[in-house]
Nanobody, 115 residues
Framework: QVHLVESGGGLVQPGGSLRLSCAASGSGFSINSMAWYRQAPDKQRELVAVIGRGVSTNYADSVKGRFTISRDNNKNTVYLQMNSLKPEDTAVYYC?????????WGQGTQVTVSS
């Protein structure tokens, strides 16, 4: 059984930074892609960034140049460095990892950007 634990959310002022982490617990598996999604109130969940097993990454247009996704395969952990945060980045952020043909979701962490 794979369990994802997210951390790093919180309240930050516009222009500030946060770093999200998502660690996958368990053993005997090899993670394929790792990604971050977000869901704002009354909006659909959207893809923020994804990283493959290597160094390939992809970002939503709204976060390009501000957010950076990375992963540590030794720790089964994915990170999201968020800089120059805007109020419209406010949302619950979820990590998603793909192992084989199965996808697993984290519990979500709240990010609020407000002055």
């Amino acid at each position: 059984q794979v369990h994802l634990v997210e951390s790093g959310g919180g309240l930050v002022q516009p222009g500030g930074s946060l770093r999200l982490s998502c660690a996958a617990s368990g053993s005997g598996f090899s993670i394929n892609s790792m990604a971050w999604y977000r869901q704002a109130p009354d909006k659909q969940r959207e893809l923020v960034a994804v990283i493959g097993r290597g160094v390939s990454t992809n970002y939503a247009d709204s976060v390009k140049g501000r957010f950076t996704i990375s992963r540590d395969n030794n720790k089964n952990t994915v990170y999201l460095q968020m800089n120059s945060l805007k109020p419209e980045d406010t949302a619950v952020y979820y990590c998603r990892v793909v192992i084989g043909i199965d996808a697993y979701w984290g519990q979500g962490t709240q990010v609020t950007v407000s002055s």
